[in-house]
């Protein structure tokens, strides 16, 4: 299977969703925090595992995901606001654990294994599923929704920002299916 041109699903047959939703954020990154919790560091431009049944993100007792869970649907807002001298530019990226698959976007530099492609002449589209800008002297507000495969109950997240004023991106999980 060529990974840039064919793609494989899996079938689920189960659905789940919290009972509320209070404190179920799983990803939280600013300009001002790497994450609410300081037990996690999630770095700007390359891939982190986000542990969904051991993540030490989890601030008010974990979400007891069956161990089988095949993917996670997580929503929230991606924000931008730009002080800065060119437009503000922000993405996030998911990946299945332990996927090789790089973080591709329009102005992202490359900076293989994390960012690509590894080759400048290799045609690559866009693998970001999330993405806010804003013009110089303005803003955006970007409502985020994403399904991302999970193996392990672990998944991969990239994000970049060209640090054009302030910006944040608030996930919380919303569901899985197994």
Not at 11 to 35: M, Q
Not at 44 to 54: C, E, F, H
Request: hydrophobic share 40%.
């Amino acid at each position: 299977m060529d990974p840039w041109t064919d793609f494989a699903w899996t079938e689920c047959h189960t659905f789940g969703a919290p009972v509320d939703h209070d404190h179920n954020n799983v990803i939280y990154v600013n300009n001002g925090t790497t994450f609410r919790n300081p037990d996690i560091s999630i770095p700007m431009g390359q891939w982190t595992t986000i542990d969904l049944a051991n993540g030490s993100q989890w601030l008010r007792g974990q979400p007891n995901l069956p161990a089988d869970v095949k993917a996670i649907c997580l929503s929230g807002i991606l924000v931008t606001t730009n002080t800065g001298t060119a437009t503000s530019n922000m993405y996030a990226f998911f990946r299945a654990h332990g996927s090789t698959q790089p973080a591709v976007a329009p102005g992202l530099p490359a900076h293989w294994p994390d960012s690509g492609p590894s080759d400048p002449s290799t045609f690559a589209n866009g693998t970001y599923l999330m993405q806010a800008s804003a013009a110089v002297g303005g803003g955006a507000r970007s409502n985020a929704c994403v399904w991302v495969p999970v193996n392990d109950l672990k998944f991969d997240y990239f994000w970049w920002h060209n640090n054009q004023g302030a910006f944040a991106q608030s996930l919380n999980l919303q569901a899985y299916v197994r």
